[in-house]
C-alpha cells in the first residue's frame, strides 16, 4: 500500500485543497504539463453543512461525514466521476482524502446530500443516527472503551482515549466492529472501481493499526495509501506503528525545513545536508514530505512555524528545497487565501464554491507559481539520482547536485555570494528554472537571471544576491 506508480517519470502530489471536481477536470492537462504525479483531492463524501457557523460554511464542515454518498460541496457523483476519467486519462492520479475515523459533531442536521444526521447524547453513545449508511448507537465507541468522562481525547497520553474516544467531539466509529468496517471498506472500494488511485487516511493516529490492516486487506486494487500521523514526538503514538501498511504523513519535516530557512530556533540551512532519516524522521520511502498542510497553515492540527504562501520568498526556498532534495513522495499545497481561519473556500452567500481562477487574489495556486512547477520538473528529472557536491559556507547558503541531472544553489546571507561549483552536470549551457521556464537555451518565459555555462570540468561560477527576488538558482538536464 505504501509504493506509488506515477506515470512519465512524474514524482510529485498536489493538494488541491477545497477546489471543486468540474475544476480539477479541467486543470488535468495542465497539471500533467506541469509535471505533477496526481492531486489529493478534499473529502469526496456527504459531509455536515453549517450555514449558521462564524463564518458560515467553514472548510472543516467536511472533515464531518453525513454518509458515503459522494456529493459534497466539490460537486455530485457525476462530477467526481467525470474528474476521476478526465484526469486519469491525462495520466494523473487522484488519492481521495478519506474520512473513516469518525462522523460528525454533536447536534443534528442535514448533509450535503440531503441525508439527516444526528450526533446525539453529548456523554454517551445514545442517539446517534446516520439513516444514509445506515449506522446507529451500537456503530460507535462509548463508555465501555473510552475512558475520559467527558468522552472525547482529553489526553493524549492515554492511547486508549486517542483511538477510543472523540477527537474534537467527533462521533467515533467502533472500527474493531466488521459492519463499520464493511461500510467504509464499501466506500473505499466503490471509488477505486470508478478510477481512484490512492487515499489519504485521515486521523490516523485515532484508529487501531490492526483495524486500519484489516480495512485495507479487503480492498481490491493496489490503492496507494498515506496515513495523517502527526508524530511530532512527545507521544506514545508513533508514525512508525503504521509504515508496515503504507506511507505517513512526515509532520516534522515542513517544521523542521521551515525554522532551517529562516534561521529560527538555531537552525540553519548548511544543517540540511543530511536531511531525512538522521534527523529523527521516519525512512524516506515510507514518508510524505510537505512544506505546509491544510491544517497548519491556519493554526490547526499541530499547526504554528511552517512556512505558507504568506511569506512567498521563504515558501519558495522551502518548496524548493523539498523538491530537490531525495527524502519522501512531496506533496505541494494549493490554498485559498484566508483571514479567519475557519473560513472556507471563495463562494457565494449560499456556501457554493467559486470556480478557480488562480492568481485572482482568492485562489492563491502556489502549485501554478513558476519557482515551485519549475522545481516539480527538477525534481521529476532527477529521480534515483543521489546528493552529490554538497557545498555550504558553514551557514545559510548551499549548494549541491542530484548526480549529474540536476544542481541547485540557495543563498539565504544577508549578503550576495559568488562561488564557483562542482555542478556534476554535462558540459553546455543551463536556464535557471526559477526565474527561467525552459531549462536549456534559449531562456525565455520570465526574469532569467544567472544562465550557466557549464564547462568540461563541470564548474560554473554563480551569483546570488540578497536582493534578488528568488534568493535561489536551479539547473536540470
Ligand atoms: C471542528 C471545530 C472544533 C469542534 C469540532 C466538532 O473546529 O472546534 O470541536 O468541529 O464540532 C478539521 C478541523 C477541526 C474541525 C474538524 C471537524 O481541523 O478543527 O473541528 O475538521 O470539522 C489532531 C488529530 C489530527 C487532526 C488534527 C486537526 O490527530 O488527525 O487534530 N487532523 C485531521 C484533518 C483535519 C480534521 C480532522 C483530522 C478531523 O487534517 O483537517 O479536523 O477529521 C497535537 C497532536 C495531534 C493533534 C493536534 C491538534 O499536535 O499530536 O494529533 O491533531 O495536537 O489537536
Ligand atoms: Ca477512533
Not at 39 to 68: G, I, K, L, T
Not at 183 to 199: C, E, L, N, S, T
Not at 315 to 321: C, E, G, I, L
Not at 388 to 397: C, S, T, Y
Request: proline share 5%; glycine share 12%; with cysteine.
Amino acid at each position: 500500500f505504501g509504493g506509488y506508480s506515477c506515470e512519465d517519470g512524474r514524482d510529485v502530489m498536489v493538494h488541491l485543497f477545497e477546489w471543486k471536481w468540474s475544476d480539477i477536470a479541467s486543470n488535468c492537462h495542465r497539471l500533467a504539463q506541469l509535471g505533477y504525479c496526481a492531486v489529493q483531492v478534499s473529502p469526496p463524501h456527504e459531509h455536515a453543512v453549517y450555514a449558521n457557523n462564524d463564518p458560515p460554511y467553514p472548510w472543516w464542515q467536511r472533515y464531518q461525514p453525513v454518509s458515503y454518498i459522494v456529493t459534497s460541496r466539490s460537486g455530485d457523483e457525476a462530477a467526481f466521476q467525470n474528474m476521476v476519467s478526465t484526469c486519469n486519462a491525462a495520466g494523473v492520479k487522484i488519492y481521495v482524502d478519506t474520512v473513516i475515523n469518525h462522523m460528525t459533531a454533536g447536534g443534528s442536521g442535514t448533509g450535503s446530500a440531503g441525508s439527516s444526521w444526528n450526533g446525539g447524547d453529548d456523554y454517551t453513545n445514545i442517539g446517534q443516527d446516520y439513516p444514509s449508511v445506515p449506522f446507529g448507537p451500537g456503530d460507535f465507541n462509548g463508555a465501555d472503551n473510552c475512558p475520559s468522562s467527558s468522552g472525547n481525547i482529553d489526553d493524549y497520553q492515554n492511547v486508549d482515549q486517542v483511538r477510543n474516544c472523540r477527537l474534537v467531539g467527533l462521533r467515533d466509529l467502533r472500527l474493531g466492529d466488521d459492519y463499520p468496517r464493511d461500510m467504509v471498506r464499501g466506500y473505499m472500494q466503490k471509488v477505486i472501481d470508478w478510477g481512484v488511485a490512492g487515499f489519504r487516511i485521515d486521523a490516523a493516529k485515532h484508529m487501531w493499526p490492526g483495524d486500519l490492516g484489516s480495512i485495507y486487506g479487503g480492498l481490491s486494487g493496489s490503492p496507494f495509501i498515506y496515513q495523517e500521523v502527526i508524530d511530532q514526538g512527545g507521544e506514545p503514538i508513533t508514525a512508525g506503528e503504521y509504515t508496515s501498511m503504507g506511507r505517513v504523513t512526515e509532520f516534522k519535516y515542513g517544521l523542521s525545513l521551515s525554522d532551517c530557512v529562516r534561521a529560527a530556533n538555531g537552525q540553519k540551512l548548511a544543517y540540511l545536508s543530511n536531511f531525512g532519516e538522521d534527523w529523527g524522521f521516519i525512512g524516506g520511502l515510507s514518508a510524505v514530505v510537505f512544506v505546509d498542510n491544510h491544517d497548519n497553515q491556519r493554526g490547526h492540527g499541530g499547526g504554528g512555524g511552517v512556512l505558507t504562501h504568506k511569506e512567498p520568498r521563504d515558501y519558495k526556498v522551502a518548496n524548493a528545497f523539498m523538491l530537490a532534495w531525495p527524502y519522501g513522495y512531496p506533496r505541494v499545497m494549493s490554498s485559498y487565501s484566508f483571514e479567519n481561519a475557519d473560513a472556507g473556500p471563495p463562494s457565494d452567500g449560499s456556501g457554493n464554491t467559486n470556480d478557480v481562477q488562480c492568481f485572482d487574489g482568492d485562489w492563491v495556486c502556489e502549485h501554478e507559481w513558476r519557482q515551485i512547477h519549475n522545481m516539480v520538473g527538477l525534481h521529476n528529472a532527477a529521480v534515483g539520482e543521489p546528493v552529490a557536491n554538497w557545498w555550504d559556507n558553514g551557514n545559510m547558503a548551499i549548494a549541491f547536485s542530484r548526480g549529474a541531472k540536476a544542481f541547485v544553489f540557495i543563498n539565504k546571507e544577508e549578503f550576495s555570494v559568488t562561488q564557483t561549483f562542482q555542478t556534476g552536470l554535462p558540459a553546455g549551457e543551463y536556464c535557471d528554472v526559477i526565474s527561467c521556464d525552459g531549462n536549456l537555451p534559449p531562456c525565455t518565459g520570465g526574469e532569467c537571471l544567472g544562465s550557466i555555462s557549464v564547462d568540461d570540468a563541470g564548474t560554473a561560477t554563480v551569483t546570488i544576491s540578497n536582493t534578488d527576488t528568488d534568493p535561489i538558482r536551479a539547473y536540470h538536464v
